[in-house]
Structures are given as structure tokens and as C-alpha cells.
């Protein structure tokens, strides 16, 4: 071989190492990797575990660990909220295991990294079932993984507690758990809660207008379940008397706001209705603030809650929310500690917005679910879990008591809130009773 | 009417942003015959750097280009010499750039997290900053990166046919050895261009930092935009790929506001293959470096 050409070999395997070294997890002992990352989570004595430590080293629970199996976006496009989903589940696990673990064992979190993707969290969650013969499992994030991963643990028969997945009507697995309080018809309740919340003002916007983002879950709240004749967000509008001027849906991954506030400003509706995520929302608002135009009253579906904060003209903006960080969510003593936990957390791992809200909340349920069922069926069986899951419901910080509904597909009613961007932080304003204090809806036609 | 004018005019400048994002792949592809896939994340570095300077120091956003702009110049100076001593040909280029794209992605997510960034307004008063012309809003940032682009397309045409670097270009982009024969120091030239190229992508990245929300994997949804002008505008040619970049921009923003968001890109890949089966060296050649 030619030196050059040996040379350029060498370089060329140097560079691939590097790409190996980087995608690779640097965490700790034990690790392998599926797509990306794998990370073995234990809690280590000290607080915001992030360190991967072995299960002996820890003082409250003893003997075999009980290995817990989930993946998470840890890289990829849902990777900012998967943030939220690790934190959360590392301030579980410490927090179990400092209580004496779960059946008297330690947890041992095994988390593999899905990439965002749902045909690696399906492969995943083979993996983790069939090779490391994880004990139980614990949903990803996002709903086309969470989608793909219910598959798989329907397949083995393993109890699939779950958090934020949108689809409600696919998921008919009589052992799957929803964390996510939207009920099993958020297309019509939670339009109707944020229509409830703008009557109560007493001046409800007379027109309407919906940017719908072509992702399923959004165009699920937006339209209904296609093929039915159910409806969604925007027939609930009409049904109500509010004209809508503007339905106008775009591409996932939007990156020119300029035509679509262009479009909103033209029908200048009373009220916008923003069916995105993520940062849609910012986006959409800088881009109406640049053509000197902001509406009435604006909802965001599922926002990332810190970039719209920071957003000029996003104040008055409403979203759902399933706790938020005042009265009287924080009335409770535990869940104030839980959640100073969660956002120390958020905290050191770089996280922005670092306070615990719907994500965090959602998770947080999940784990409570796989803990309850373990306990209250004295055994990781999974149908003896399920069962007693589904005969007893579950005790949760966030949520209260819940009681699952087979015939509403294990779906508990739709316990969302209305919640507003109101001096620069977010409040919850509806219904009244979980409004913060001196907190109600502000939205007013005209200004 | 407004509305549909409107959707042109933010055709044309956000189409200069583009184009101001692709001079920099298409320069490096069309002169050195490397399809650099780091750019897209040289773009992306550069507005991360914007966002933290600009936040840690409470400094303008604007004048970060002073700070950018020589910084990766150097960078793409050592990415150049790198490739020279590796032998890097156009194939091999393709994988040893995407390893480079997938490293930069981790180091900026490591470093800034996955999560979304934003230089708030206090700091960043140019993003809903406008001028109106009878109602119709020319938006300062995507205007100001307009204008970058035509400055830096016009001024690289006039580099490539006026002196005596852009005959030099030429002369390697067409034939290196023979332009070594004629006493062209062509590493030479590859290293200038290559670091002129990385600092047209640092440019990009502070009207990026400056117009919108960061993320590690933004970068990724730009190769549907960046690749079709690069190839409609020739490879190589600076003012073919500013042209590209208005009439993707044009037509993305027209057919946006005519028959929803969701047709943009159906329009734009339309274009392309259109333009390519009766064009397929690009849309101007005359000028082109190759």
C-alpha cells in the first residue's frame, strides 16, 4: 500500500473513532450503546444524581436491583423535552431508593438513548425486554416512540405506563397507563376547557383563527380522529358561534415565519389558535411582531414553556398545564419538594427553564403508576400489576387520586388546566379553583 | 393583494439569508470539489457562539460578526489543510464532512444542551424590527443578511473575473494540475477559499442566532433548503446561488400565503427538478467557476 493512501486511511479511521467517541456515552461503568447512548442510572448519595454508580453503593434499599427499562431522546429532535423526562426519573429513582426501594429492592434505572426516533425505540425496547430482561419498563417520550414502544411491551405482556403521547384513540393495549391527564377525547375536552376559560371572561372572541402544525398529535386536537366524524378544536369553535377565518396548516419543520404571520394578519382573528409545538409558538409571535401585528388573545398546544417567556409579544399567550409552580399545586408540602428536586436537577443539567410543569409532572405520574402496581401487587408480575392497577387506580402527587376507565381505554378524565403567560411568568388562570392567587383569564376582543 | 405581496417580499430576503447560507458549500464544492457537510454546522457553531457572547457579555448580536467571521475564517484554513494532508477527494469528502457535521452536533449539544436557545429581546431588538413601504414589511434582520449576500456574491463574482486570486480559482477549480504547472500555488488558493467560504457560513450564523431559536439538530432541516439552491445555482457561482435563493425563497413564501405553508415545499422541489431537466449545470453558467 501506497504510504499516501496508507495515510489517508489512517486519518479517515482516526475521524470514524472520533464520530464513535462522540456519539458514545462517557457516563460510567456498564454501558453499552444501541443508535447513540445507553446510560445506567443509579442514584449516588448526593443530591440531582447525574452519576452512575453501582447499586451496592446505595444505603436504603437492598439485594437484587429491580432494573427498570425505558429509552429517552436523549439526542435528537425531541431531546430538549426528553431533558425534562431524565431528570425527573433520576430524582425518582434517588428518591425511592433513599425510601427504602421498591419491594425492598433497589431500582436500577437502564436507560437507552432512542435517537427521537420510533424505530429505534421499538428496537430498543426488544432490547431491553428480550436481551437485558429488564424487570419492568417505562414509556419513552413523544408520542410516535411512545407509540412504537407500546408495541412492544404489549408483545411481551409488560405493563406500559407512559406519559405525554398524543394519539389517545390508538392506544386500545388494556395495559397501558397514560400519565398525561388529557382524557381519551382531548380533541374535544381541552379545546373546550380553553373556550370555557375565554367565555368566562365574558367578552369571547367573536372570530378565530387556527395555525395547525402537520405533526398527528396537533392535527388530532385540531381536526379529530380521521376518518370519523368527531371533530376537533375547530368545530368546537364553530359549534360555539365563533367564526373561523383562518385554517392554514404547516409543515413540522418550519423554518420561514414570514408567509404564515402574514396569513394570520390578514384575517386578523380576535383569537389565535396556535396547534403547535415546541417553539412554533415563538417563532410564529416574533415573526406577526416584525409585520407589526399581534392578536387579541393567542393558545399554544404544546409549547417548550421557556423560550415563549422570552418572547416579545407572548405575554397574554394561554397553554394547557398540569401543575405549575404556585398555589395552589403548592399547597402540598411533598410536592414542593419534589419539585424543588426535579428543578435542581434541571438546573445542573443546563436546562433553561429549569421548573417543573407538565413534562416533569406527567413523568414523575408514570413512575408513581409502576410503583403502586409493584407494590400494591406484591410482585413484578405484569399481569398482577396491571390488574391491580387498573382495579385500584393510583394515589399521585401531581394528579391526585386516579381511577382507570377499561372501557375508556384505561383513559381518566381530562384533568388539564388553563394556564397564562402573565408578566413574564406562566400562570394557571382556569378553572378558577387552580388558578394562582390574584390570577384569572385576561383576554379582551379588541385589546 | 398585500398579502400576496407581502409573501414576495419576504420571499426575497429570506431568500438572501439562504443563499448568504449556501455561498459558502457551494464556493468550497464548486472551486475544491468538496461537499462540505460541516458547513451546516459551522452555521449553526457560529450562532451558538453569537448567542453566548452576546448573552455573557450583553453585547450587540451585530457586532459578533467581527468576532465570528475571522474566527472561523481560521477555522476553515485548518479544515482545508486537514483535508489536503488526508487526500480528501469529492467522494471521500461526502463521509469525512459528515463525521465532522456529527461531531460538531455532539460538542454543541454537550455544550448548550439539547434544550432551545433565544437571545431575548432586551439583548436582540433587531428580530421584530421593520420598515413598512405602503404596508408591506421589509423585516431588519432578514434585510440587513439580504444585503450581506448581495455584497458578498456581488464581491465574489467581481474577485473571480477581475483579479488575479479568481483567475487563480478558476484555473484550480477547472484543472489543478495544470494550474500548478502554471505556477499557481494551489493549496494556496484552497486554503484562502476555504476559509473565505467558512466565513461567509459565520456570517449566516449570526442572522440565524439573530432571527431564530437554536437547537442542536436545526442544522439537519436545513440540507432540504440549502442543497437544491446550491445545485439550481451552479456550483461555484455566487450570484447563480443568491438568484437560487430569492426564487426558492420567492416561491416558498408565494406559494405559502396562495395555498398554505404546506405546499412550500412541493413548490421548491418542483422548481428544482424542473429547472435541472432543462438545466442541469445550474440555472447561470456563464459565470460559473467550473
Known amino acids: 500500500m501506497r504510504p499516501r493512501t496508507r495515510w489517508t486511511y489512517l486519518i479517515l479511521i482516526t475521524v470514524m473513532a472520533m464520530v464513535a467517541a462522540a456519539c458514545g456515552d462517557d457516563e460510567g461503568e456498564g454501558t453499552t450503546t444501541l443508535g447513540a447512548t445507553a446510560t445506567t442510572l443509579t442514584p449516588s448519595t448526593t443530591e440531582g444524581a447525574t452519576e452512575t454508580t453501582a447499586a451496592t453503593e446505595t444505603t436504603a434499599a437492598s439485594g437484587e436491583p429491580i432494573r427498570v427499562g425505558s429509552t429517552l431522546a436523549l439526542t435528537g429532535v425531541f431531546a430538549p423535552t426528553a431533558a425534562i423526562h431524565k431528570a425527573t426519573g433520576e430524582v425518582f429513582v434517588e428518591r425511592i431508593n433513599a425510601s427504602g426501594g421498591l419491594l425492598g429492592r433497589p431500582i436500577e434505572w437502564i436507560l437507552l438513548d432512542d435517537e427521537s426516533a420510533p424505530d429505534l425505540a421499538a428496537a430498543a425496547y426488544e432490547r431491553l425486554i428480550t436481551e437485558d430482561e429488564v424487570d419492568l419498563v417505562l414509556g419513552p417520550y413523544g408520542t410516535g416512540n411512545i407509540t412504537a414502544a407500546m408495541a412492544v411491551a404489549q408483545r411481551y405482556g409488560y405493563v406500559f405506563p407512559h406519559h405525554t403521547a398524543s394519539l389517545t384513540y390508538a392506544y386500545t393495549y388494556e395495559c397501558h397507563f397514560s400519565s398525561w391527564s388529557t382524557g381519551l377525547h382531548p380533541n374535544i375536552t381541552n379545546p373546550n376547557l380553553l373556550y370555557d376559560a375565554l367565555e368566562s371572561t365574558g367578552t369571547p372572541p367573536e372570530t378565530i383563527g387556527f395555525v395547525v402544525n402537520e405533526f398527528p398529535g396537533t392535527m388530532f386536537i385540531s381536526y379529530g380522529q380521521p376518518e370519523t366524524e368527531e371533530g376537533g378544536a375547530v368545530t368546537e369553535a364553530e359549534k360555539r358561534g365563533w367564526e373561523v377565518v383562518l385554517d392554514v396548516t404547516y409543515p413540522i419543520a418550519t423554518s420561514d415565519w414570514g408567509p404564515l404571520a402574514a396569513q394570520v394578519r390578514d384575517a386578523d382573528p380576535d383569537f389565535l389558535y396556535i396547534a403547535g409545538l415546541g417553539v412554533d409558538a415563538p417563532n410564529l409571535i416574533t415573526a406577526m411582531q416584525a409585520i407589526d401585528y399581534s392578536p387579541d388573545g393567542m393558545f399554544v398546544q404544546w409549547p417548550a414553556p421557556g423560550p415563549l417567556l422570552g418572547t416579545e409579544g407572548a405575554d397574554g399567550i394561554m397553554s394547557v398545564t398540569i401543575f405549575e409552580e404556585h398555589p395552589p399545586f403548592t399547597d402540598d408540602p411533598e410536592a414542593v419538594e419534589v419539585a424543588g428536586m426535579i428543578d435542581a436537577t434541571l438546573a445542573e443539567s443546563g436546562v433553561p427553564y429549569a421548573k417543573v410543569e407538565t413534562q416533569a409532572a406527567a413523568s414523575w405520574t408514570a413512575w408513581e403508576y409502576l410503583q403502586q402496581a409493584a407494590e400494591g401487587a406484591g410482585s413484578l408480575d405484569q399481569q398482577a400489576m396491571c390488574d391491580w392497577l387498573i382495579d385500584n387506580g393510583a394515589q399521585t402527587l401531581f394528579h391526585g387520586d386516579i381511577e382507570f376507565f377499561p372501557d375508556q381505554q384505561n383513559y381518566f378524565e381530562d384533568l388539564s388546566k388553563i394556564k397564562q403567560v402573565q408578566d413574564g411568568e406562566w400562570y394557571t388562570v382556569y378553572p378558577e379553583e387552580f388558578a394562582a392567587p390574584d390570577r384569572s383569564v385576561a383576554f379582551s376582543p379588541g385589546g | ?290
Do not use: C
Request: aromatic share 12%.
Open chain 2, 1 to 290: 393583494m398585500e398579502l400576496l405581496a407581502q409573501g414576495i417580499v419576504s420571499g426575497i430576503l429570506v431568500g438572501g439569508l439562504y443563499a448568504l447560507m449556501s455561498i459558502g458549500i457551494s464556493l468550497s464544492w464548486g472551486a475544491l470539489k468538496i461537499i462540505n457537510l460541516a458547513h451546516f454546522s459551522f452555521i449553526l457553531l457560529s450562532a451558538y457562539i453569537v448567542y453566548q457572547l452576546t448573552v455573557s457579555f450583553e453585547v450587540d448580536p451585530l457586532l459578533m460578526v467581527l468576532v465570528v467571521a475571522p474566527l472561523f475564517f481560521l477555522v476553515g484554513v485548518l479544515v482545508q489543510m486537514f483535508f489536503h494532508l488526508a487526500k480528501v477527494d469529492e467522494f471521500k469528502s461526502l463521509i469525512i464532512t459528515f463525521g465532522l457535521f456529527i461531531i460538531f452536533q455532539s460538542a454543541m449539544q454537550t455544550i448548550w444542551s439539547a434544550d432551545f436557545r433565544r437571545i431575548g429581546p432586551v439583548l436582540n431588538p433587531y428580530e421584530t424590527q421593520s420598515f413598512f413601504v405602503g404596508g408591506i414589511a421589509f423585516q431588519l434582520p432578514q434585510l440587513v443578511a439580504f444585503v450581506v449576500a448581495l455584497l458578498i456574491a456581488g464581491g465574489m463574482w467581481l474577485t473571480f473575473t477581475r483579479t488575479y486570486f479568481g483567475k487563480a480559482v478558476r484555473a484550480v477549480a477547472q484543472d489543478p494540475e495544470m494550474a500548478r504547472a502554471f505556477g499557481i500555488d494551489s493549496r494556496r488558493v484552497a486554503v484562502i477559499l476555504s476559509g473565505l467560504s467558512t466565513a461567509f457560513s459565520a456570517l449566516a450564523g449570526v442572522f440565524i442566532a439573530i432571527g431564530q431559536t437554536m437547537f442542536p439538530e436545526l442544522a439537519v432541516a436545513w440540507f432540504g433548503i440549502i442543497f437544491p439552491i446550491v445545485i439550481l445555482g451552479g456550483l461555484g457561482n455566487s450570484l447563480g446561488t443568491l438568484t437560487a435563493g430569492v426564487i426558492i425563497g420567492v416561491a416558498a413564501g408565494v406559494s405559502s400565503v396562495l395555498w398554505g405553508p404546506l405546499s412550500a415545499p412541493l413548490v421548491t422541489f418542483t422548481i428544482l427538478i424542473v429547472a435541472l431537466l432543462f438545466r442541469p449545470e445550474g440555472l447561470i453558467t456563464k459565470r460559473s467557476i467550473a
